[in-house]
């Protein structure tokens, strides 16, 4: 089962969740906030399968100017469980035009 909740008020958005399978579970907030042609944002999730637990998040931020989007993330994902060397880092640049 599973459950999600979400809330905006003008520029914030806020989100939270929570999912069971057996004795699978993850647990995920997130936020996001716009301020003029700048929008901020990320989000925390934290994972336990199998008894291997994870830690991740990610941040993230936006610059709009007419039809164009310039973009930069980071995210990590930690060790799961025991498991050395298991985690992972992304660094993201990106450019979308509408």
Do not use: C
């Not at 906030?33 to 700048?38: D, Q, T, V």
């Not at 994972?47 to 980071?74: I, Q, T």
């Amino acid at each position: 089962w599973e459950i999600a909740a979400n809330y905006q008020t003008g520029p914030l958005q806020l989100g939270g969740g929570y999912v069971k399978f057996g004795d699978n579970n993850l647990f995920a907030i997130r936020a996001l906030y716009g301020m003029g042609a700048f929008t901020f944002g990320g989000y925390y999730e934290r994972d336990d399968f199998d008894g291997d637990k994870r830690n991740n998040f990610r941040l993230a931020g936006m610059y709009a100017m007419g039809a164009s989007e310039f973009h930069l993330n980071f995210g990590m994902a930690g060790d799961t469980g025991d498991v050395d060397d298991s985690g992972a880092k992304q660094f993201t640049l990106g450019y979308n035009y509408n």
